[in-house]
């Protein structure tokens, strides 16, 4: 039987739990782990132990993974489609020269190349792939396949990996609490702003109105690339999927990547100056003019009909 490594990291859960699961279907099941986790129902579990990976540095976890990998050549690696888990196993194909298939639903593993399905676009469409390899490199979509659940205690072998502090240059190393309030993913109205804000300060009206609808802010990600806004706050198949009851896009033209985080909205207002944007064709409702104008004049009836002037 095949042997199939999962890299399930140091705080494995729902998501981690489903790429074992796919794992299962390919093999016999081997997780990798960061520290003393363990995994029940397992036969063996893999303890990468090192105090450089005491936090996640996705390097420095890659190089760990390639030395385990090189000594064990598993049919296999696996991990989950999250952020982490498909920068995690990039770094690893890149280490080891092989091709890494991400966000796979479902897996052929009949013959030596194996055939692939794949979730593109955001989740707009799946592809057919074929991924041949010595040993295969894949992440699974999240939430294409049941949770794990086993029982009984693995077998668990110390792995200590060396790894030189300079592949340790991308770490946590400070972790932030996010104030409590209104956030971008719970929040009733979220206003957005992009490449038409023009500015960091250009924001200040967007949280001005998003204060007064009881709402967050949100953006794209011209925005985020800029450094106007932080990524917490980027809308989008790179960000953060919302689904609040009014979205509004400010300068915002409505690329399809930005869309799929927002497209789950109930109602949709466009504020941009061409009236042939995607976000103003699709949108409920447009206002067609300059956001610098219009969301100034919105904030002051807001404040009118509340009574706060
Ligand atoms: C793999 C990949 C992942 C991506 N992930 C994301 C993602 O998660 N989120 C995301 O947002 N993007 C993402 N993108 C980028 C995406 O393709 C677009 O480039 C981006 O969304 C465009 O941002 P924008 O609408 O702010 O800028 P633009 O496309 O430049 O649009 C600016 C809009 O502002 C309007 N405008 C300009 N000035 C004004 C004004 N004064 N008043 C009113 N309107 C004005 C313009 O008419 C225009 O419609 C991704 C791209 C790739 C390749």
Redesign the pocket.
Known sequence: MSRVMVFVGDQPGEIESQAITLGHSLGSVEAVVLGDVTIAGLNRVWSVQHPLLSDYAPEAIAEALAQLVGREMPAAVIAAGTERGNEVMAHLGALLDLPLASNIVSVDASDDDWELTRVRW?GSLLEEATLSAFVKLLTVAPHSQPAFAGSGDPEVTIFTPEIDDSLARTRVTERVTVEAGISLTTAPVVVS??????SAEGFATLEQLANLLGGAVG?????TNNGWRSHRD??????TRIAPSLYIA?????????W??MMAAKKVLA????PD?P??TKADYAVI????E?LPAIVDEVKRRKGLE
Do not use: E, F, P, Y
């Open positions: 955001g702003g992009g490449r038409g804000v023009g953006c794209s990600r011209v925005v980027q809308v989008g198949q790179t960000g400010c300068g915002i033209s409505g690329a399809i990547q930005h799929v985080g504020i941009n100056t061409d944007a976000m103003v003019g300059d956001l610098h219009i």
